[in-house]
């Protein structure tokens, strides 16, 4: 590894962790998105270009936000899809992440994005059975297509927070995807659930390309019932309590 590079390496890894990696950061790539290079890959280890980080810019935020929504337009074959070409387990962070492919939205996100990590996160004390209880009733209308547009499936970084979003002299750089067929507003609802900068830049930048919904700032809570699921399935109590508040303002839309 040179001082140009960076590298990850686990050889208890599962075996198609680093090829997940690699196979979302090509597949966003060629949807017109700014990503890391690979620069190698195999079963044990990844090696990236090294990224230097900057100060966050309005100009920077605003190319960042057009790109993304160039990348959400280039498409997904069906909400759930790996990236093109990779038959192999998807990952969250290190959590892996079903790649079953629906026809709507609603259900996809409910079945494949949400239920699973709450289950994990009751079964590890970090939510209790009543608030689960309260998050599921909230995912019934969603799973019943309450939400769902005629938008197509977006092809979406799919774990777009602030620490995924490098800034750098050239401009963004988004690293660490869990890319896969989505809504394009679930990208969008990650960046401020930990606080991306000039966030009002990046939405500029994207309705400059893509033009959003009306409602699409009251429906965030619904797009981070995702991520805060997963959160809670492995970071404490205090996001399972996030997640019930997700959850309530979800059934106060429905």
């Not at 069906?78 to 992440?97: D, L, V």
């Not at 309260?134 to 769902?148: H, I, L, T």
Request: aromatic share 8%; net charge negative; hydrophobic share 40%.
């Amino acid at each position: 590894m040179s001082a140009d590079t960076y590298s990850k390496t686990d050889r208890s890894a599962h075996p198609d962790f680093f090829a997940a990696e690699a196979a979302g950061l090509q597949w966003l790539r060629d949807g017109g998105a700014t990503v890391v290079d690979v620069l190698d890959v195999d079963r044990t280890h990844i090696e990236l270009e090294r990224l230097i980080p900057t100060s966050p810019t309005g100009d920077a935020a605003r190319r960042f936000g057009a790109e993304l929504a160039g990348a959400h337009d280039a498409g997904a074959r069906q909400f759930g899809c790996p990236p093109e070409g990779f038959t192999g387990q998807m990952f969250i962070g290190a959590r892996p992440m079903s790649s079953v492919e629906h026809p709507s939205w609603g259900a996809f996100y409910i079945a494949e994005r949400v239920l699973p990590f709450l289950r994990t996160a009751v079964d590890a004390g970090n939510i209790s059975t009543s608030d689960a209880a309260d998050v599921e009733r909230a995912c019934g209308p969603v799973a019943d297509g309450v939400f769902d547009d005629a938008d197509p499936p977006a092809r979406i970084h799919g774990d777009l927070w602030t620490g995924n979003v490098v800034w750098t002299a050239s401009g963004v750089v988004m690293i660490d995807p869990a890319a896969h067929g989505g809504h394009r507003e679930t990208d969008l609802a990650m960046l401020p659930l930990f606080g991306a900068p000039l966030l009002d830049d990046i939405v500029d930048g994207y309705r400059s390309v893509h033009p959003l919904r009306d409602g699409w700032k009251q429906r965030v809570p619904l797009h981070q019932l995702h991520p805060l699921a997963v959160h809670a399935a492995g970071h404490g109590p205090s996001y399972g309590v996030a997640l019930r508040r997700a959850a309530d303002a979800v059934a106060r839309l429905s």
